[in-house]
């Protein structure tokens, strides 16, 4: 059974980088899956942040005007987000997720809450 | 605002039908990406419900079901049950954006 956990700090100051790792156990990372960073806002819908391929491609959305980027550690099966120049408007809970390659995001993380606040 | 639409509640009874709708445009649905459905209920991971326009993953009922033409796609829950209670998603791929989008979500309520 593939299971993923997200964690990192709960809280981050404005201007500063958020950062998660979602670690994955009962599949390899290396697989052919694209690893995924999905977030919801306060009382809004989810928004894709960004993926990462085992060979390491990667896609971003464009809308975070180049503050996002993802990164594995194949030694610690596990897949990180880094998230620049944070505002309150990044306040989330952010969920880390699989794709299979044509299919949907099948195996999600149960979420992590971050605050961005002084 | 979201780039797929959705309406942003639905409710029916137990046992009844209900359907859930989800409008995109040339550049996502309407350009033969597949839609994907999700069940979210808050707290917890989002559950992949439908994907690839039609596909019930392994333990989804039956009771679930999808379909997509043009530029739009739809789920469709029968025989609603108090447990439905969610937050529903559909979810496509953008060649404007080259990266995956979501509809803004629609609530479920079981009256």
């Known amino acids: 059974q593939v299971q993923l956990q997200g964690s990192g700090p709960g809280l981050v100051k404005p201007s500063e980088t958020l950062s998660l790792t979602c670690a994955v156990s009962?599949?390899?990372?290396?697989?052919?899956?694209?690893w995924n960073w999905v977030r919801q806002t306060p009382g809004k819908g989810l928004e894709w942040l960004g993926e990462?391929?085992?060979?390491?491609?990667?896609n971003y959305n464009p809308s975070l005007n180049g503050r996002v980027s993802l990164s594995m550690d194949r030694s610690k099966n596990q897949f990180s987000l880094r998230l620049t120049s944070v505002t309150a408007a990044d306040t989330a809970v952010y969920f880390c997720?699989?794709?299979?390659?044509?299919?949907?995001?099948?195996?999600w993380g149960r979420g992590t809450k971050v605050t961005v606040s002084s | 605002q979201s780039v797929l639409t959705q309406p942003p509640s639905v409710s029916g009874a137990p046992g009844q039908r209900v359907t859930i709708s989800c409008t995109g445009t040339t550049s996502n649905i309407g350009a033969t990406y597949d839609v994907h459905w999700y069940q979210h209920l808050p707290g917890t991971a989002p559950k992949l419900l439908i994907y690839?326009?039609?596909k019930r993953p392994s333990g989804v009922p039956d009771r679930f079901s999808a379909s997509k033409s043009g530029t739009s796609a739809s789920l469709a829950i029968t025989g609603l049950q108090a447990g439905d209670e969610a937050d529903y998603y559909c979810q496509s791929y953008d060649n404007r954006i080259s990266g995956w989008v979501f509809g803004g979500g629609t609530k479920l309520t079981v009256l």
């Open positions: 690839s326009n039609t």
């Open positions: 009962g599949a390899s990372i290396s697989s052919s899956n694209w």
């Open positions: 990462i391929y085992h060979g390491g491609s990667t």
């Open positions: 997720a699989r794709r299979p390659v044509a299919h949907g995001f099948d195996v």
